[in-house]
């Protein structure tokens, strides 16, 4: 079982910058891919950028709508993944969440799978 902690998020004007961080705890070495999701009140929730595992060439994956803004990027070490998002929009208002899985051998292989754990997300607000 791995537990996943989201921090880092709040209140940005647009065109700022936040960075949002995601510790994973429990038994962190069987992750396989690792994602940031994002979810508006009343509207699903969907991937935002991922990463696969090392062994499966370690690519990383971003929706078209933050491609160019976001970077996602993990320390092994510390267990910890990151999401830096630059010249934010309102439209990127929403809360964030970090989930992992033991099984997904791609973080995205033609749509986001499933992911079996889950942080508690972390609101990002963008006022215009």
């Known amino acids: 079982q791995v537990q996943l902690r989201e921090s880092g998020g709040g209140w940005v004007q647009a065109g700022g910058s936040l960075r949002l961080s995601c510790t994973a705890s429990?038994?962190?070495?069987?992750?396989?891919?690792i994602a940031w999701f994002r979810q508006i009140p009343g509207k699903r929730r969907e991937g935002v950028a991922c990463?696969?595992?090392?062994?499966?060439?370690?690519?990383?994956y971003y929706v078209d709508s933050v491609k160019g803004r976001f970077v996602i990027s993990k320390d092994n070490a510390k267990n910890e993944l990151y999401l830096q998002m630059n010249s934010l929009k309102p439209e990127d208002t929403a809360v964030y969440y970090c989930?992992?899985?033991?099984?997904?051998?791609?973080?995205?292989?033609?749509?986001?799978?499933?992911?079996?754990?889950w942080g508690q997300g972390t609101q990002v607000t963008v006022s215009s």
């Open positions: 989930a992992a899985d033991p099984s997904n051998y791609y973080c995205y292989d033609n749509g986001f799978p499933s992911y079996d754990w």
């Open positions: 429990g038994n962190t070495n069987s992750i396989n891919a």
């Open positions: 990463i696969s595992r090392t062994e499966s060439g370690g690519s990383s």
